[in-house]
């Protein structure tokens, strides 16, 4: 191989590795269905949850309150979230920040109502 051809093969290497990726955004975003199950599937774990104790569906808060701002954030961006609106249209945006919201209400909702009932009860009080 002569030295021009290898040259020519490492500059068509480096302007290709540079060349924007052809994937749609909409790849790297979740369907609405999977957000819609995720904030039923956190909403019955949470239920459980506070069925036991009280306290237990903030445990899993922290977590889901991270994933929802990392969904927002993505969707904020300026490049992504232009992006996502034309592909996948407002509907899905207006869906994603809806079910975000859901998903960190929903466990601190359930376990302030649980914390309502328990404390509610006067010393020595028992359930009927």
Do not use: K
Not at 93 to 116: E, F, K, R, W, Y
């Amino acid at each position: 191989m002569s030295a021009r051809r290898f040259m020519m093969m490492i500059c068509a290497a480096w302007l290709l590795s540079a060349a924007p990726a052809a994937a749609a955004v909409s790849d790297r975003e979740p369907a609405s269905g999977a957000l819609w199950l995720a904030v039923i599937a956190v909403a019955s774990m949470s239920w459980v949850m506070a069925c036991r104790r009280w306290w237990l569906p903030l445990l899993i808060w922290g977590p889901i309150a991270f994933l929802a701002s990392e969904l927002i954030a993505e969707l904020g961006d300026p490049v992504i979230g232009p992006a996502v609106r034309d592909e996948l249209g407002a509907g899905y945006v207006l869906q994603a920040d809806l079910c975000s919201a859901l998903l960190v209400v929903m466990p601190l909702l359930l376990a302030n109502i649980q914390l309502g009932r328990h404390s509610s009860r006067w010393p020595g009080q028992t359930e009927r």
